[in-house]
């Protein structure tokens, strides 16, 4: 199959011609990735099960990983979900829209082919212009994981879909680089507590204080056990992981500069390829290494930018090892450290 590629002119100065093809594509079943504020998705009709399952194979995903459908107005979402709790309600006036997904009990018209068998259906209203409007133009809410092959980090431009899905999909509708870098929170609100299933740039400390009591699912912090029933089922297989061994490397600030050029020459000795991800405030200090900043410590969402599309490039340099700094959990950092801790297989050396 010939993938399209449609550049969006002017973010700013969207016009519905340029997003008419994409949607027609997506209302007559076919599949167009397409920039969020968070990372680009795969985007299908959410209420056709056969759209769905392409999904599932253009990313080589197990079918019990359930979708996120994305509404581009508040009216969308009701025909969706059998109730709206009122926590649910007051997140979605707090935070859509933007990078917040819910998880509601499901209505009739959403298929178990989007939800992956549950009775749950996970929603998000994205924010950034581009995606609000094709999903409005497309009149259907649309089916959309992040748009990479599965296990593979989420793409955070257009190139790095490209990489992904060329061949695979009718269109990539290229918005240029996206704004946050990791994907939305989600939150299951169908129960008595909101329960935090995935932390995003909506942190738990924001989730508190709109609505008070926030469980956090233990998925996102443990490693996989045996009986290991994380309520995302997406959580619970190897994520947003480079090809390299990644190992993170915890502690004081200049332990973990120290414990990293120690291992860096010791693996390079060896004859392996060896990244390093730092920060600017730390760039200088490594002698050896493919060594990548991913930001500015002082400044997480700039780490948060970044951290996917360095991931990508060690690819590229087909490196062995990577050895990460780690961040600190507070705010944006949860995110980040999930998805770096995730990625490195839980492979954490403490200095
Ligand atoms: O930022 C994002 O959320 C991006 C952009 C494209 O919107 N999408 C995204 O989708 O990250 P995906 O499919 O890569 O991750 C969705 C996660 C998976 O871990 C999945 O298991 C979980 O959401 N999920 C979806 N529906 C669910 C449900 N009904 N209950 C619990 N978890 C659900
Ligand atoms: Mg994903």
Request: with cysteine.
């Amino acid at each position: 199959m010939d993938t399209r590629l449609v550049k969006v002119k002017d973010t700013e100065a969207i016009r519905d011609e340029e997003l008419a093809e994409a949607a027609q594509i997506l209302r007559n079943g076919g599949l167009v990735a397409f920039p969020t504020e968070t990372v680009y998705g795969l985007g299908a009709n959410a209420l056709d099960e056969t759209a769905a399952r392409r999904i599932y194979a253009a990313k080589g995903r197990p079918s019990d990983n359930p979708l996120i459908a994305h509404i581009s107005c508040m009216e969308e979402l009701p025909p969706l979900v059998a109730r709206i709790p009122e926590a649910g309600r007051r997140l979605a006036e707090a935070y859509w829209p933007g990078p917040l997904t819910m998880v509601f009990p499901k209505s009739a018209v959403v298929p178990y082919g989007t939800t992956g068998g549950l009775d749950t259906v996970a929603v998000r209203m994205p924010s950034d212009p581009v995606a609000n409007r094709l999903i409005r133009l497309a009149g259907v809410p649309v089916a959309a994981p992040s748009a990479n092959t599965s296990g593979r980090p989420s793409p955070t431009m257009a190139q790095h879909v490209w990489e992904d899905m060329n061949g695979k999909i009718e269109m990539i509708v290229d918005g240029g680089p996206v704004g946050i870098g990791v994907e939305s929170t989600i939150v299951d609100v169908s129960g008595e507590t909101p329960t935090l299933l995935r932390p995003g740039a909506v942190t738990i400390e924001m989730l508190r204080d709109t609505v008070g009591r926030v469980e956090i699912d233990p998925a996102i912090q443990e490693p996989p056990g045996a009986d290991f029933h994380p309520k995302a089922p997406g959580m619970k297989y190897r994520h947003y992981a480079p090809q390299a061994e990644l190992i993170l490397v915890e502690g004081n600030m200049d332990s973990v500069v120290a414990r990293i050029n120690f291992l860096v020459k010791e693996k390079t000795g060896q004859n392996y390829r060896v990244g390093v991800i730092c920060t600017d405030e730390t760039r200088d200090r490594y002698r050896a290494g493919l060594v990548r900043s991913v930001g500015l410590r002082a400044r997480e969402e700039t780490i948060a930018h970044n951290l996917f599309a360095v991931l990508r490039e060690f690819d590229e340099l087909q490196v062995d090892l990577i050895y990460s700094e780690s961040f600190s959990r507070d705010h944006l950092g949860q995110a980040i450290m999930n998805r770096l801790t995730k990625a490195a297989g839980y492979h954490v050396i403490h200095v």
